[in-house]
């Protein structure tokens, strides 16, 4: 009796520590598309837990998950999660074998053994470390079951979001730049998760920015 629950203790503090290396998929390209973009005149979403959150942009992508790193302090209360997602080559196996991905303190990290799998800044450009803040309770479901390899279209805003004591977090507005401060902050209003590449009409609805007018939940 001892026995078995020394072998089920240890089993849980396996499945606990061991890296969890997601879903595989056969080389090639699963989302083709980058982001989409499009500047609104600042316009308020409101309050969530005494933060203002203030829309600047639409946007919506179709993405691969690199990683997800769950925050347990530093702005838990407003974005528990974070993603890393890739698009064009970022989404590729073949690519993704080739570096070793890991998140820490708000930020996206990858690095690689020789030569690059592909330009580094064609990674920079083609993935991002996502601040996640769910606008419902389905979108806060589903973020935080994503595992790495999944396939994911998102809708929202990208924000920024200003809370006591002079708090402010900015997103980021471009695809390109690195470092503090390059992450996008995206209020999500609607996803579609699939362990399997997306059908090219769930693409197609990715690659389209919810209009500026759009009522929000």
Not at 209 to 216: I, L, M
Request: aromatic share 10%.
């Amino acid at each position: 009796m001892l026995r078995t629950i020394g072998i089920l203790f240890l089993a849980t503090i396996i499945w606990w520590l061991w890296p969890d290396h997601g879903l595989r998929h056969p080389p090639g390209i699963l989302a083709p598309a980058t982001p989409a973009q499009e500047m609104i005149p600042p316009k308020s979403l409101g309050d969530f837990k005494g933060y203002h959150i203030q829309a600047v942009a639409t946007y919506a992508m179709h993405a691969r998950v690199l990683h997800t790193k769950h925050y347990w302090a530093n702005g838990n209360d407003l974005v528990p999660y974070d993603l890393a997602l890739g698009w064009r080559r970022m989404s590729d196996q073949a690519v993704i074998d080739r570096l070793d991905i890991s998140q820490a303190n708000r930020f996206f990290f990858y690095q690689w053994s020789g030569e690059a799998p592909i330009p580094p800044g064609e990674i920079v450009r083609s993935a991002a470390n996502t601040h996640v803040i769910s606008a419902n309770s389905d979108v806060a479901s589903a973020v935080s079951k994503l595992r790495a390899g999944q396939l994911v279209a998102m809708k929202g805003y990208l924000v920024n979001v200003t809370g006591p004591n002079g708090f402010h977090w900015n997103t980021s507005l471009t695809r390109d730049d690195t470092g503090n401060g390059a992450c996008e902050l995206f209020y999500v209003e609607e996803i579609l998760v699939s362990n399997d590449p997306l059908p090219a009409d769930y693409r197609k609805l990715a690659a389209s920015a919810p209009a500026a007018a759009a009522s929000t939940k």
